[in-house]
């Protein structure tokens, strides 16, 4: 008689099912009151909402609506020495409080979106009694939030269930025996003898099941217990698992929200300590555990002891997981620094692995970054959601721009929600690109974003499956463990240079445009803060604000998290970042203006009737047009310093100014415009050469078809015809030394306004503009064909430049479609280059000859009605001789985005003179990006960084007195002296290397 195999597949599952449903037995019902709110309210504020009694299938709440439910009952007498549980679920999201007002478990709705191939993400079962006696009183507080785990709306916010129940378990055991040897058969091909060998032990313990009692789930057991004994050997692969629960801080749903899911995660994971000694769990971002320690003081003590028993990992080397393609070269520094300081000052950990798996791409400065603040390790998820080409490593060597290496590590499995299940052990080998060369891999597993982390369904699989012949081992571990084994041949490992360039999300370079302003406009309101409290410290003995600023840097930092800064969060993060940036920005500019006020207190201005102080943070003289009061002046002001100047009118300012009604002109550039308002020609008269390829528009205010979301648009876009804004009106004028050509278009409901300004003396044409967008799944753009051939173009990025190629040749090529660029990208040749800049922009398209500009999109998803309404911004075209760095492109982008500031001072015969530097570059092509206050001391940090690919020896000249100067790391630490003598330090850079120097005053 032949084996009827099919058959038994299907009555195998089905008894599965039957098995998972008698694990509880339901023996009583739960009354429940709930008390709701709009915002969430304090354990002891718990009873101050509205009062509801909930009945099962009655709607509770409205969306984002919070509760604090109090469930009541009594364990029936008849389930004496039963262990007792409460099955409890409101359709969003929940935790449990003890009465003292401590979290101590998660609840999730089952209802709740997920990926179902990773599992389910419900959690609903409430341990209460391991013996019960019988009648025993229940009275339990949850507090909940009417939203699922991304989001939603579930199931109308109705009570779901809320009873007590009987955990079988035996039943329970036997689910999972029954779980992990199905999975691990349906991995294997049915020709091996052990697919069928589990295959014919399951459909025995099956026979056994007939009335589904704990008698027969022994007997089940024991039939099964043969194939869970069975051993692997010995390995060639070996996956150490850490439990995790990846938080995104924003995205789909608020901050508020944010912490309360820190509050259900972080106390479920604590729970299943007590029940799970193997289990070793692993979280991030500082900012999350500030948030515990502020309004959970009693779990963020149970969470600093399970640290100490090394039962806890606290991960990743930044303040929160921030993108890196937007954020700045200094604010990803601070990430560290405030990072690695918290987590060092709260648990004595020194960071060593920067985690942030689900960034969108990752900027060539991060290994030089990382390696110079004492980071060894990097590891990331994010370059498996690729869509064109596979990445070819999991574990390798990442070189930066210059030239520093950190070792990286993929999980195979590609996900930091694993089931760590036989599939996901299986699925972990199979696609390890690296086995053979390594024989180690991580793998991330539990549910994130409020999920609780690891579920018992993860940790009942893990123990069974940790030395199971047929798959490789698993042995539950910490991240750094793992990287410490594999670092031992870090010498096999092969090598990718330059950026990780995610083929996926290049929307995010641009949507929510507002939010990527204000991050651009608060990085260097910082850098200014930074340097002036600096000096008013040393030149007016004014108070360092430390405090205030580390607070400031640290909610900047928290909106660089990699769902908030690229746009890709819902509608109500943004009004509340937007609000946010506007207090901080109010905030830093008082405190700016305060600093400098007391600098230009100490200026000697004997002689000017009416001073005014001209302050230059850049670090090399900038010769330029700029208004004092009412009047425009030609001014030199010397690096990191000042010039005091009186209030003057100056004749025939305008003189060799051009304006006809379609041309604009300078001595040194001829601007032509066509009808529609693009332009024609654009004529280096100094060079005498076209800029703009013949016959071809520039600056086309196109506007193409959208139908992305926030993440996304399509590859394709600019292949499909364009519509472009309207020309209605110009007009042009001198104001000062500026020509301008001032446009008024429109397009369907939206107007954009435009000013084309040509500067006296100036190369550089400025396109002011303001729109007011008003569409839907559009995307704006601009684009300048040059006339110029280059197979590269060079972009500014943090701490450097990056070439990115002008050509589709390779699917390589191809996928870098859409570009991040921070100020300013540049198409040269030897002789001759053009750059296009910008004063907030980061999205770029570069091809054959062509910058284009992405300047807005209007997303529904998941942000609706994103970045409707009013913006201001400034991009800028640049003609010069020879490439970038004959052309000084970096310098001229800098000073686009960092005006001269301008301040009136009372008259005084003080210390200081009329004109002053207080840090100069005498010598090498170096760029000072900050000048801070020492983190743990009164000294002074001056951060500098060789910006144009080369090796040189710079001359730092400190115009104050100076007893030492030290060379240290990004942490301020490990330091070594270095010589100064008459002020002046000399220093050796590499290209692109970023020097941090230590001064004592």
């Not at 900012?287 to 969470?303: F, G, N, T, V």
């Not at 490789?472 to 463990?481: I, N, R, T």
Request: charged letters at 30%; aromatic letters at 10%; proline letters at 4%.
């Amino acid at each position: 008689m032949p084996y009827n195999k099919k058959k038994m597949y299907v009555y195998i599952q089905n008894v599965i099912d039957k098995v998972n449903k008698a694990m509880y037995e339901k023996v009583a019902e739960l009354d429940a009151v709930a008390w709701v709110t709009k915002e969430p309210i304090p354990f002891h504020e718990r009873c101050n909402g509205e009062k509801k009694e909930v009945h099962i299938g009655e709607t509770w709440g409205q969306l984002w609506d919070c509760g604090w439910f109090n469930f009541t009952g009594e364990v029936p007498k008849t389930q004496k020495g039963q262990k007792i549980v409460l099955l409890i679920d409101v359709n969003g999201e929940g935790c449990v409080f003890d009465k003292e007002g401590c979290p101590i478990r998660g609840l999730t709705n089952i209802s709740s979106s997920f990926d179902f191939s990773l599992g389910k993400p419900g959690k609903k079962v409430v341990q209460f009694l391991e013996n019960a006696e019988g009648g025993e009183k229940i009275d339990i507080w949850i507090e909940t939030g009417c939203n699922d785990l991304f989001g939603r709306y579930s199931k109308e916010g109705t009570l779901e269930e809320a009873c007590v129940a009987v955990c079988n378990q035996e039943m329970r055991a036997l689910y999972y025996d029954f779980q992990v040897l199905y999975e691990l058969m349906s991995q294997l091909p049915d020709s091996e003898s052990r697919h069928m060998s589990i295959l014919y032990k399951l459909d025995e313990a099956t026979k056994v099941l007939k009335d589904y009692t704990e008698e027969e789930a022994v007997k089940a057991r024991k039939i099964l217990m043969n194939e869970l004994n069975k051993k692997g050997g010995d390995p060639s692969l070996t996956v150490s698992a850490i439990g995790h629960a990846h938080i995104d801080l924003a995205w789909l749903w608020p901050i508020r929200e944010t912490i309360r899911k820190g509050a259900r995660t972080f106390s479920t994971v604590l729970e299943m300590m007590e029940r799970y000694p193997d289990y070793i769990f692993g979280a991030s971002q500082p900012q999350l555990y500030a948030w515990m320690k502020e309004r959970y003081p009693s779990l963020y003590k149970k969470i600093e002891q399970r640290i100490k028993e090394e039962r806890w990992e606290v991960q990743g080397a930044m303040w929160v997981e921030p993108d890196t393609n937007i954020s700045g070269g200094e604010a990803l520094i601070r990430q560290v620094v405030y990072g690695k300081r918290f987590f060092r000052e709260e648990f004595g950990k020194d960071m060593k692995i920067l985690w942030l798996p689900d960034v969108f791409g990752y900027t060539g400065s991060l290994p030089q970054i990382l390696k110079k603040s004492g980071v060894d390790y990097f590891m990331t998820i994010k370059l498996s959601w690729s869509e064109i080409n596979q990445f070819p490593h999991h574990t390798f060597n990442w070189q930066g721009i210059d030239g520093t290496k950190i070792l990286c590590h993929m999980p195979p499995e590609g996900t930091y929600n694993s089931s760590a299940s036989p599939q996901a052990v299986k699925k972990t080998e199979a696609q390890y690109l690296d086995k053979g060369v390594s024989d180690n891999c991580l793998m991330l597993f539990g549910i994130g974003d409020g999920g609780g982390g690891p579920g018992a369904e993860h940790l009942e699989r893990l123990e069974r499956v940790k030395n199971l012949n047929g798959l490789s081992p698993v042995v539950q571990e910490s991240s750094l463990d793992f990287f410490k084994r594999i670092d031992k041949d870090s010498h096999k490992y092969k090598t990718w240079n330059g950026e990780l360039y995610l083929e996926k999300h290049q929307g995010t370079f641009t949507s929510q445009a507002k939010n990527k302003k204000y991050n651009r406009k608060m990085e260097i309101m910082l850098r200014e803060l930074e340097l002036s409290s600096m000096l008013a410290q040393i030149n007016a003995q004014m108070v360092y604000p430390q405090e205030e600023i580390e607070e400031i840097w640290k909610e900047v930092l928290l909106y660089q998290f990699h769902d908030i800064l690229p746009g890709s969060s819902i509608k109500r993060v943004y009004d509340e970042s937007l609000d946010r940036y506007q207090v901080l920005m109010n905030k830093t500019q008082e405190m700016i203006q305060k600093s400098l006020e007391a600098v230009a207190d100490n200026i000697d201005t004997c002689g000017i009737d009416n001073p005014h102080m001209v302050f230059n943070s850049l670090s090399w003289e900038r010769k330029e047009w700029i208004k004092v009061k009412d009047d425009w002046q030609y001014l030199s002001v010397p690096p990191m310093g000042y010039s005091v100047v009186d209030e003057k009118e100056i004749d025939d300012i305008s003189e060799k100014l051009v304006v006809k009604e379609d041309c604009l002109e300078n001595k040194l550039i001829k601007l032509q415009f066509n009808d529609d308002g693009t332009i024609k020609s654009i004529y280096d008269k100094e060079y005498q050469r076209e800029v703009i390829q013949d016959g071809v528009e520039a600056n086309v205010l196109a506007v193409y078809d959208d139908q992305g979301d926030a993440w996304d648009f399509d590859i394709n876009y600019d292949e499909r015809p364009f519509d472009s804004f309207q020309l209605r009106s110009r007009e042009n004028y001198i104001d000062g030394p500026k020509a301008i050509m001032k446009q008024v278009y429109n397009f369907g409901e939206s107007k954009l306004i435009q000013k084309v300004i040509l500067t006296k003396d100036s190369r550089r044409i400025d396109f002011k503009t303001e729109v007011q967008w008003q569409e839907s799944n559009k995307m704006l753009r601009t684009s300048f064909p040059v006339d110029v051939y280059a197979t590269d173009a060079t972009c500014d990025i943090q701490f450097g430049t990056i070439k990115r190629p002008l050509n589709r040749n390779t699917s390589w090529e191809s996928a870098k479609y859409e570009i991040c660029a921070h100020k300013w990208v540049d198409i040269s040749q030897r002789d001759y280059g053009v750059a296009l800049m910008n004063d907030c922009k980061y999205g770029y398209k570069v091809l054959e000859n062509t910058i284009d500009l992405n300047l807005l999109r209007s997303t529904n998803y998941p942000g609706v009605n994103a970045d409707k309404g009013k913006h201001e911004f400034t991009y800028s075209l640049y003609p010069h001789n020879g490439d970038y760095v004959t052309g000084e492109v970096a310098k001229r982008a800098d000073e686009l985005n960092i005006p001269l500031n301008c301040i009136k001072v009372n008259s005084s015969k003080d210390q200081l003179p009329k004109t002053k530097s207080f840090i100069e570059i005498l010598d090498g092509d170096v760029v000072i990006e900050s000048v801070k206050k020492a983190e743990d001391d009164n000294d002074i940090i001056v951060r500098l960084y060789e910006n144009n690919s080369s090796s040189v020896n710079a001359q730092i000249f400190f115009n104050f007195d100076v007893k030492s100067v030290q060379l240290v790391d990004m942490m301020e630490e490990n330091a070594s002296d270095i010589p100064i003598e008459k002020g002046i330090v000399n220093l050796k850079f590499k290209p692109f290397e970023i020097h941090t120097l230590k001064v004592s005053i």
